[in-house]
């Protein structure tokens, strides 16, 4: 099946700060999708993002889908930003598969 | 848009128990259904999925099963819980192929 790896694993930042994640994964896609796990384990869907380039306010992501990569850019971060963000893709009518996902962590 | 409802939001059962979580989706017809489990607050395993009323597909052979009774109700069950089975699960919803979740159940198995 498709492998997805995720980085960095953990990650520290300064509030403020800017942050760049990244999602490889093994074969091709028709859904590639983004999430963000806030403390109390809600999962909250971010980006659909099989190809090209989204921006919801501070966040945007992009998929260079013929590469097998997909990048979530975090901006100006805030403490709210804490939490653990997933990538999880899916080929034909096959289920999600979930990377590891990258902790992030933003001190004020 | 979906509102994916999934009750309990903890339980702590002992080892050799049953268990039955239920999830139930609004918002929408013949979804497809997912329960993952999120073990040590990192990665989701896919447990099972269903594309409709009585098919199931198993992912992970294991002291689980599911059922799907109703178009919009996803059941995940154990007949004799295992001290391994304890972790936070999932029920997801994907409808248009974007994905939604439930508020987990944090279950631990003592």
């Known amino acids: 099946g498709i492998q997805v790896e995720q980085s960095p694993p953990d990650l520290i930042l300064q509030e403020g700060a800017n942050s760049t994640l990244r999602c490889n994964f093994s074969?091709?896609?028709?859904?590639l999708q983004w999430f963000h796990q806030n403390p109390w384990g809600q999962l909250i869907n971010l980006f659909y993002?099989?190809?090209g380039t989204k921006q919801n306010g501070r966040l945007s992501a992009t998929t260079v889908a013929t590469e097998r990569y997909s990048l979530l850019y975090i901006s100006s971060s805030q403490t709210t930003d804490s939490g653990v963000y997933f990538c999880?893709?899916?080929?034909?009518?096959?289920?999600?598969?979930f990377g590891k996902g990258t902790r992030l962590s933003v001190i004020a | 848009s979906q509102t994916i409802h999934q009750w309990p939001a903890t339980l702590v059962q002992p080892v050799g128990s049953p268990l039955s979580l239920e999830c139930t989706v609004e918002?929408?017809?013949?979804?497809?259904l997912y329960w993952y489990r999120q073990a040590a607050g990192r990665g989701l395993q896919l447990l099972f999925y269903?594309?409709?009323?009585?098919?199931i597909s198993s992912e992970v052979p294991q002291n689980l099963s599911a059922s799907r009774p109703q178009d919009r109700q996803f059941i995940l069950s154990s007949k004799k819980l295992l001290l391994s089975d304890s972790g936070f699960y999932l029920c997801?919803?994907?409808?248009?192929?974007?994905?939604?979740f439930g508020q987990g159940t944090r279950l631990t198995v003592v």
């Open positions: 074969d091709s896609v028709n859904n």
């Open positions: 269903s594309v409709g009323i009585g098919q």
């Open positions: 999880a893709v899916a080929s034909g009518n096959t289920p999600l598969v």
């Open positions: 993002i099989p190809s």
């Open positions: 997801a919803c994907i409808w248009r192929t974007e994905a939604f």
């Open positions: 918002g929408t017809s013949n979804p497809n």
